[in-house]
């Protein structure tokens, strides 16, 4: 039989947050359109365990899309880092579309979508309804370590809603809790994997995993009988504390009948005969109850079966390797000087609705997450909440441990977005770089920790011949005192190509270097290389629309948030293109520039796009499972009951 691994997430002490914001796409944060500081509600639609001030709100005026197999360099940071001395961690990259949820949407409201699962177009909503339904009525999985943490002895925190770090079992719009916390989960879910980064350390063993188990490839095991996390559960129909309660009664009156039965028929074998009448009387309370507990038992009683994979053709691998170093403490970026980022390539099945998530996953070294389950529960728990512990003087000292939160998963998710057929002039094989613009308005402060306005890539190398999609959003209810030019509250960006020379403001002409980012200077229409026509002269009516947006005001007040430009073709190899933001370049944010560099490429060798970027992300190609599952192998990976439990290489088999 196979091993199964299972990841525990997370290391977290309560003294301090290490939050992950998604910048590429625009995390949401569970923001929506808010004008506060802080998310209105944290709760709306997933739990991020992040600070409240972070994300950006949806964009107005339009929903992003991208054409499919076209590149996206996606982004964020993770406040405790990866690929680092001081912890183990994982990030895991998925996305999800309209197939098979139908209700997907932003939504125009705040609040958390009802429990009833009818909020209507208004509520925002990512897993389907019915997905969550199971969930709260699933038994969750008591072979997970739990440590110290008292609630869970009670057989009335019994759902997959209850988990070691959601133990109060909040709901967080239709999110599954216990999927949330722990990947590759063992039930079917909407989410197919994009990624898994892992710490390098443990490269090679795994990723081959991951690689082989991903829900792309393999299915999942359930119940159609819902509160059943197991197949011996499933097909003998079995009670639950506290839901079957009743039924529950009935058993042990059952078998307390059975036994009278054994004890009165001795005794009439031993010739009592006036037992006779106690015993048939028995006999019929003994059958009556069998009969209701038989009955009771089909009608719970349900078919497993496995769920048909994401990706069952294989055609788009899951991505495995090695994350990169970021700091610890510090929301920054890596060792190339750029923020952690993986270049997606966008599937090639359109979807007018879809949506990315990322987390974080954080292991501790204070116990073997990968080898501590439920028999370390309670007091053989490794760790304890606030535990002391003597360091050989006459006192002891106490360690800030929470036991909910050390092994933990932190979260974003964009909002909805599309994935859109190439127009008809881009043949499958031209290749789509996707340009657009990340942060949002207000000076580091006060965008923290989101972060402020820039082009993205900023720094794009791209072959001669390939195409540039731009495209950028925003939000006109940021905070109104939040610093920036034009209206308050508003996010507003255009695009003009930076001159090769300026006026001082005396009159005198100078010079302007092309390699120069520190000049914010537009250059002239009639000079413009940037943006050609079909007869390689400059396209007045492109330039126009890119500087002014379809509007006058030199502000761009008068724009919508969001921009959408086909795709263009840079057909000359050797040429770089500068450009810069002429609305947001105060002191404050004075960097939303931007180069295109365009190379020739030879023998199908493709350059690093951008300083930082791994384009092996980009490599697709037939995605098998090597696992020779069985079955019963299947089931095994549902696990569901004390020594039952998930196995790890380091488990005895059974």
């Known amino acids: 039989m196979n091993t199964v691994l299972l990841i525990v997430s997370a290391f977290f002490f309560s003294t301090c947050n290490a939050d992950v914001y998604l910048h590429m796409f625009r995390g949401s944060n569970n923001r929506l359109n808010g004008q506060g500081v802080n998310a209105g509600n944290q709760n709306r639609l997933f739990n991020s365990q992040n600070n409240a001030k972070g994300g950006y709100n949806v964009g107005e005026g339009g929903t992003e899309e991208f054409y499919v197999g076209s590149e996206i360099l996606l982004e964020w940071t993770a406040q405790h880092g990866c690929a680092n001395p001081n912890m183990e961690c994982q990030m895991i990259l998925q ?19 009802p429990d009833s699962g009818n909020g209507g177009e208004n509520s925002g909503q990512h897993e389907p309804y019915e997905y969550y339904k199971n969930c709260k009525t699933r038994q969750r999985n008591e072979g997970l370590f739990t440590a110290d943490r008292r609630r869970f002895y009670s057989g009335r925190f019994y759902h997959a809603q209850y988990t070691r770090q959601n133990d109060n079992g909040n709901r967080r719009g239709y999110e599954c809790q216990e ?18 980064l892992v710490d390098k350390r443990f490269e090679d063993v795994y990723c081959p995993y991951y690689e082989s188990v991903t829900e792309n490839v393999v299915g999942r095991g359930y119940c159609t009988k819902p509160q ?17 309660e009743a039924q529950l009664r009935k058993w042990r009156q059952l078998e307390r009948a059975k036994a009278d039965c054994a004890y009165y028929q001795k005794m009439v074998d031993a010739g009592q005969k006036d037992k006779e009448n106690t015993l048939k009387s028995k006999e019929r309370e003994r059958d009556s109850l069998e009969k209701y507990i038989q009955q009771e038992k089909t009608k719970r009683t349900g078919v497993w079966a496995i769920s048909a994979p994401h990706d069952p053709n294989g055609r788009h691998k899951l991505r495995c390797r090695g994350n990169d170093f970021s700091r610890d403490n510090h929301l920054g970026n890596g060792e190339s000087g750029q923020p952690v980022s993986f270049l997606w390539k966008i599937p090639d099945t359109p979807s007018d609705k879809c949506v990315f998530r990322l987390r974080y996953n954080m292991s501790s070294g204070d116990y073997p ?8 529960n309670g007091k053989k728990s490794p760790i304890f909440q606030n535990m002391k512990v003597s360091v050989g003087l006459t006192g002891k000292v106490e360690l800030a441990i929470n036991t909910n939160q050390i092994g933990r998963t932190f979260q974003d ?12 002039n881009i043949p499958p094989s031209g290749r789509i770089v996707n340009l657009n613009v990340r942060g949002k308005r207000g000076n580091i402060v006060q965008a923290y920790p989101a ?14 011949g390939d195409w540039v999609h731009f495209q950028w959003t925003g939000s006109n209810k940021n ?3 939040y610093a920036g030019q034009g ?3 508003t996010d507003r960006s255009n695009i003009v190509q930076m001159g090769t020379y300026y006026e001082d403001g005396m009159g005198m002409v100078k010079p302007f270097r092309p390699d120069n980012f520190q000049m914010n200077y537009p250059m002239h229409a009639s000079a413009y290389t940037m943006f050609e026509g079909p007869g390689g002269q400059q396209d007045y009516e492109k330039i126009l629309r890119f500087a002014l947006l379809n509007q006058t005001n030199d502000l761009l007040n008068d724009a919508t948030a969001y921009q959408n430009f086909p795709p263009i073709q840079y057909k000359k190899g050797g040429v770089v293109y500068h450009f810069m933001c002429s609305r947001n370049n105060n002191f404050s944010n004075r960097s939303q520039k931007g180069l295109i560099r365009v190379v020739d490429c030879k023998n199908g060798e493709t350059p690093q796009m951008h300083p930082g970027a791994h384009m092996d992300d980009r490599n697709e190609g037939p995605s098998v499972s090597t696992s020779n599952w069985s079955d019963q192998d299947q089931q095994s990976y549902m696990v569901g009951r004390k020594n039952d439990k998930p196995k790890t290489t380091n488990n005895k088999k059974k």
């Open 369 to 376: 997450s990968w080898r501590t389950w439920s028999e370390h």
């Open 95 to 113: 996305y999800m579309c309209l197939d098979g949820n139908p209700n997907l949407r932003d939504g125009t409201t705040e609040t958390t979508p």
């Open 487 to 489: 209206t308050a509250g």
């Open 479 to 481: 905070p109104r005192n």
């Open 179 to 196: 999927e949330r916390d722990y990947y590759p989960y063992w039930h079917p879910t909407p989410w197919r994997d994009i990624a898994v």
């Open 451 to 464: 972060v402020e306005y820039d082009y993205h890539p900023n720094r794009l190398t791209i072959c001669a």
């Open 413 to 424: 998710r964009s909002h909805v977005f599309k994935i859109i057929k190439r127009p008809s």
């Open 228 to 244: 059943h996390n197991n197949k011996e559960a499933c097909e003998e129909g079995r009670f639950y504390y506290p839901q079957d």
